[in-house]
């Protein structure tokens, strides 16, 4: 397997400012980590055209971020299948429950 490096940028509210180095090593999560770059980029394009005169409508902004969070919540629910089956222990994000819960 060849060995990938991600770098995530983190919040300087989190952190020193420093950036972080994640070494992946499956193809699959360094395309994964492509598109979340990618998804982050248009995130933030998004959110600069809500509710903006010739920009995005809010119940549609509304509607996109919705989508995006059920794919989350279905690519953790194919963690928890992936990981029971190959023996790994999967922890999903607290943030992710949360919403699940909040939603019922």
Same mark, same amino acid.
């Given at each position: #397997?060849? /060995? *990938?490096? %991600?770098?995530? *940028?983190?919040?300087?509210? #989190?952190?020193?400012? /420093?950036?972080?180095? &994640?070494?992946?090593? @499956?193809? +699959? %999560?360094?395309? &994964? #980590?492509? #598109?979340? @770059? ?6 933030? !394009?998004? /959110? =600069? ?8 409508? *809010?119940?549609?902004?509304?509607? +996109?971020? $919705?989508? %995006? ?6 690519? =953790? ?5 992936? @990981?029971? $089956?190959?023996?790994? /222990?999967?922890?999903?994000? !607290?943030? +992710?429950? !949360?919403?699940?819960?909040? !939603?019922?």
């Amino acid at each position: #397997m060849v /060995k *990938k490096e %991600a770098i995530m *940028k983190t919040s300087p509210l #989190m952190t020193s400012g /420093k950036t972080k180095r &994640m070494e992946l090593q @499956s193809s +699959l %999560a360094v395309e &994964m #980590m492509h #598109m979340v @770059s990618q998804f982050d980029m248009a995130y933030v !394009k998004l /959110k =600069s055209q809500w509710n903006e005169p010739g920009g995005i409508p *809010k119940k549609e902004g509304q509607a +996109l971020i $919705e989508s %995006a969070q059920q794919a989350v919540q279905e690519f =953790s629910n194919f963690m928890v299948r992936f @990981s029971d $089956e190959v023996g790994f /222990k999967y922890y999903p994000p !607290k943030k +992710l429950e !949360k919403m699940k819960t909040d !939603k019922i």
